[in-house]
């Protein structure tokens, strides 16, 4: 018997249908639809909807076409192989022999005996032979006189030779600035910009110094806590807590805190600060709901399926009394494949993602509650490093960037929330280091070459090309993506247990380091004795796992009983081994 909580559900979803894809030895099983439910209150069960989403994929899990905004024939209430959807929106994918994306192309279709096609939007993608980088992309939208797609422009990118940064893009969309280069110094810091000029520097952690009109600080732990310090000059104040999360980015117009989950997902934001504020937590940090009245600033709360955002309520002051904004979404093969947008007890304003081949919201199919027809809404296009050239650069939807992984960008400071970390379209950087000191710049963005990669996590950049952005967003809908991060010794954000998994490492690296040194030592001719090789290598691996403890930032109080833990408990492992080896050695030897 259903509970209350189920016949109250409103964003139920079903997945079915599932196929095998890929090696046998790593294949993997995928979902063919998405249903939304309903509870049936006679029957007292779920049942499906109209709402609903049919996914094809080729043998190694490539999403190749996706159907969504279906509309049921006359007298149906769902779709069969006899009565299939009488209006959908298509959205079809096609790929290189390498597995690349060649094409992304979004058709309106009806049927009549066989569905009739009318383009929307189209991508193509052009790559180079030998580097495999994309060169180019070019963009179609709504049909001329012959019916088919129609070229609007054709983006082209060009990239270092040696490091395969990019380097060079020309939009061709005849907006300000519309070629742009950059430079990079031995470390991957953006040395120059076209647009915004020189005068960029950075310290010996790569932790950026000056910009073009902006000087910056960080705390020992690499978080930014300043840009331009002085109110008149547009300062940018960021505060953090001790697990490295941002609390407050407030500036002289805008800024908001923020509450985050026991994981690490950001659960709430409350806008309406800025720096001439007095800071006092009693008077300033309110949202509604909260028992100080007089300070019901507007509040969003995020709810997640694993780290999967599926709602997001946003609630501001009315004339008598709150009025909430509650934005709800299915979570299919390509990230979030819909959108379902009620103010109070207002009507539902449905909408369905239109993305590119990078996985950018590039405009919305929108639908009014009873009308059947859709029309195209929400169009914006972006520069390479995700800011937003035309368009709106405000409003919904917030998730536009990257948005099929569900990243979502903040209007007020203008940053892209990526989970574990807040990301700079402008400067192309993170304000803060890689919790998993992933790759040798912890602050670049997606190597340098944002075309290829794309950061899911805000800790690592992933290759999307190939399909692999649209794999990223099934796994995420099939809740996969929490399961991996929970079994990956570099988890995904910075707490305790995180930082001591990753001093394990470093330990057990040093524990087979000095073990072989041992061992090779012994049978050199050497002045060390024998026995005490054994103690030296437990004093070495003492050494080396405070070290990593501390440029791990495990220096908190709260932290170093679990350090020690982890510390011990490979000393007294390679008290072991030392003595054990030292008795092996001195057999040898006698």
């Known amino acids: 018997m259903a509970t209350a909580r189920q016949k109250t559900c409103e964003n139920c979803w079903r997945y079915g249908d599932y196929v095998r894809a890929g090696s046998p030895e790593q294949g993997k099983r995928i979902f063919q639809t998405l249903n939304r439910q309903g509870w049936n209150v006679p029957q007292q069960q779920w049942q499906d909807t109209p709402e ?31 009565y299939p959807a009488l209006r959908r929106a298509l959205a079809q994918y096609q790929y290189d022999p390498a597995g690349r994306i060649t094409s992304l192309a979004h058709y309106w279709q009806n049927y009549n005996s066989g569905y009739s096609s009318t383009p929307i939007l189209k991508q193509e993608y052009a790559y ?48 300000p600035n519309e070629a742009q280069t950059w430079t990079y110094d031995a470390a991957g810091n953006r040395a120059t910009d076209s647009v915004q000029g020189s005068g ?27 840009r331009n310090r002085q109110v008149s000059t547009g300062g940018v104040k960021y505060e953090w ?6 609390t407050s980015i407030v500036g002289t117009v805008s800024g908001a805190r923020y509450e985050y989950r026991a994981d690490g997902m950001r659960t709430d934001k409350v ?26 600033l507007p509040t969003s709360r995020y709810y997640y399926d694993g780290q999967m955002m599926v709602e997001d309520d946003y609630t501001v002051e009315g004339q008598y009394e709150p009025v909430v904004t509650v934005m709800r979404y299915g979570i299919g093969a390509r990230g979030i494949d819909f959108m379902d947008k009620r103010v109070d007890d207002g009507p539902e304003t449905k909408g369905y993602p239109i993305y590119d081949g990078h ?32 368009g709106s650069t405000t409003g919904d939807p ?18 892209i929330y990526m989970r574990a970390r807040y990301y700079e379209p402008w400067s192309g950087r993170f304000i803060s280091q890689d919790p998993a000191l992933f790759g040798h710049n912890w602050f670049s963005y997606a190597r340098n070459d944002p075309m290829s990669y794309a950061d899911a996590n805000g800790q690592s950049w992933t290759n999307i090309l190939g399909g ?40 057990l690296w040093a524990t087979m380091l000095f073990a072989a040194s041992t061992l090779v030592v012994s049978q050199e001719n050497t002045a060390i004795p024998i026995h005490l090789l054994g103690p030296l290598s437990v004093a070495a691996l003492a050494f080396q796992t405070i070290v990593a403890t501390m440029n791990l930032g495990l220096e908190k109080a709260k932290y170093s009983s679990a350090a020690s833990v982890v510390a011990a408990a490979y000393i007294y492992g390679l008290v072991l081994i030392g003595l054990l080896v030292a008795i092996a050695v001195e057999d040898m030897t006698s």
């Open 52 to 82: 609903e989403f049919h996914y094809a994929y080729d043998t190694q899990g490539k999403l190749l076409y996706a159907a969504f905004a279906m509309t049921p024939q006359q007298g149906q209430s769902s779709y069969t192989d006899g």
């Open 241 to 246: 807590d001790e697990l490295n999360r941002a």
């Open 200 to 226: 960029w520097s950075y310290d010996n952690l790569n932790r950026i110094l000056t910009s073009p009109g902006y000087v910056y600080e960080h705390d020992i732990l690499g978080n930014r806590t300043w």
């Open 271 to 296: 806008e309406g600060f800025n720096l001439s504020w007095e800071w006092t937590d009693k008077t300033h940090t309110s949202g509604y709901y909260d028992e100080i009245q007089g300070q019901n």
């Open 468 to 507: 692999a952005l649209a794999a990223l967003g099934m796994m995420y809908a099939a809740g996969a993506i929490a399961t991996l991060w929970g079994k990956n010794p570099f988890m995904f954000f910075s707490s305790a247990s995180y930082r001591c998994e990753l001093a394990t490492t470093e330990a």
């Open 128 to 175: 180079d032979s030998v580097t495999r980088l994309r060169t180019a992309a070019s963009f179609y939208n709504n049909p001329d006189s012959d019916g088919d797609f129609d070229l609007i422009r054709t983006e082209t990118y060009d990239y270092d030779d040696d490091l395969d940064y990019l380097t060079e893009v020309d939009y061709n969309d005849g907006l």
């Open 398 to 415: 917030k998730q536009r960037y990257c948005a099929n992984l569900g990243h979502v960008q903040d209007d007020e400071s203008g940053l």
């Open 359 to 390: 996985g950018n919201m590039i405009a919305t199919l929108g639908q009014t509650q009873g009308s059947p027809y859709y029309s195209l809404a929400d169009q914006r296009s972006y520069d390479v490093w995700g800011s937003v050239r035309s």
